[in-house]
């Protein structure tokens, strides 16, 4: 069984401080999408803020969450949570402020090496093998010693320069997957889905 760890312990500045991972699409939220589409397997959200319990009693009755010790960079959250994901499984890291596709998990879980998952150069999920947890591990503390000693370096702690600077294979999700930087961009693609998506259903009823 596969481990899916969705790490949603960032502080959203570019959203006024704002918790993405509740933002909604289609009256779900990204959170509360991610959780499904993970169903069948192991899974934690990764967070610190009190903001996300009552997702345990409402759209996520089986939420199990865990507090990172340490959270100033998205890898430091990871490394933090090495003690859910150091055992005998399969981890997928996924970002609890990204939008989904079905298609784009199915990928994720298709995958049976070491990989990253994004569009572009924005990685959006990893998948970690059990022997390469190792390899990782050491990854994500340079990566931490890189952030500490010059902090004002591009993608300082971040994901992606993790991903590039081990030379993971980063793979195209080649679809709508998405993170939202701004209130703005969130609500030009609901606009776009939304649209997109009723106009696909009339065509539907209409054969």
Same mark, same amino acid.
């Given at each position: 069984?596969?481990?899916?760890? /969705?790490?949603?312990?960032?502080?959203?500045?570019?959203?006024?401080?704002?918790?993405? &991972?509740?933002?909604?699409?289609?009256?779900?939220?990204?959170?509360?999408?991610?959780?499904?589409?993970?169903?069948?397997?192991?899974?934690?959200?990764?967070?610190?803020?009190?903001?996300?319990?009552?997702?345990?009693?409402?759209?996520? &009755?089986?939420?199990?969450?865990?507090?990172?010790?340490?959270?100033?960079?998205?890898?430091?959250?990871?490394?933090?949570?090495?003690? /859910?994901?150091?055992?005998?499984?399969?981890?997928?890291?996924?970002?609890?402020?990204?939008? +989904?596709?079905?298609?784009?998990?199915?990928? /994720?879980?298709?995958?049976?090496?070491?990989?990253?998952?994004?569009?572009?150069?924005?990685?959006?999920?990893?998948?970690?093998?059990?022997?390469?947890?190792?390899?990782?591990?050491?990854?994500?503390?340079?990566?931490?010693?890189?952030?500490?000693? $010059? &902090? $004002?370096?591009?993608?300082?702690?971040?994901?992606?320069?993790?991903?590039?600077?081990?030379?993971? &294979?980063?793979?195209?999700?080649?679809?709508?997957?998405?993170?939202?930087?701004?209130?703005?961009?969130?609500?030009?693609?609901?606009?776009? +889905?939304?649209? $997109?998506?009723?106009?696909?259903?009339?065509?539907?009823?209409? $054969?």
């Amino acid at each position: 069984m596969t481990t899916c760890l /969705i790490l949603a312990a960032g502080e959203a500045e570019r959203h006024n401080g704002g918790n993405k &991972p509740l933002l909604e699409v289609n009256g779900e939220t990204l959170l509360n999408r991610t959780w499904r589409l993970c169903e069948g397997h192991k899974r934690w959200v990764v967070t610190h803020r009190s903001d996300l319990v009552p997702l345990q009693d409402s759209e996520c &009755p089986e939420w199990t969450g865990f507090s990172p010790s340490a959270r100033r960079w998205v890898v430091e959250t990871l490394l933090s949570s090495f003690d /859910i994901w150091s055992n005998l499984d399969e981890t997928v890291v996924l970002l609890g402020d990204v939008f +989904y596709t079905e298609s784009a998990m199915e990928k /994720i879980f298709e995958t049976k090496t070491t990989a990253a998952f994004g569009k572009g150069c924005e990685v959006h999920a990893l998948r970690i093998q059990t022997e390469d947890y190792g390899k990782v591990v050491n990854g994500l503390r340079r990566s931490i010693s890189d952030a500490e000693a $010059r &902090p $004002r370096t591009r993608g300082a702690g971040k994901l992606w320069l993790f991903v590039e600077c081990n030379r993971i &294979p980063l793979i195209d999700f080649g679809d709508e997957t998405t993170d939202f930087d701004s209130p703005q961009e969130h609500k030009r693609f609901i606009a776009k +889905y939304v649209n $997109r998506n009723l106009r696909t259903t009339e065509a539907s009823k209409a $054969r």
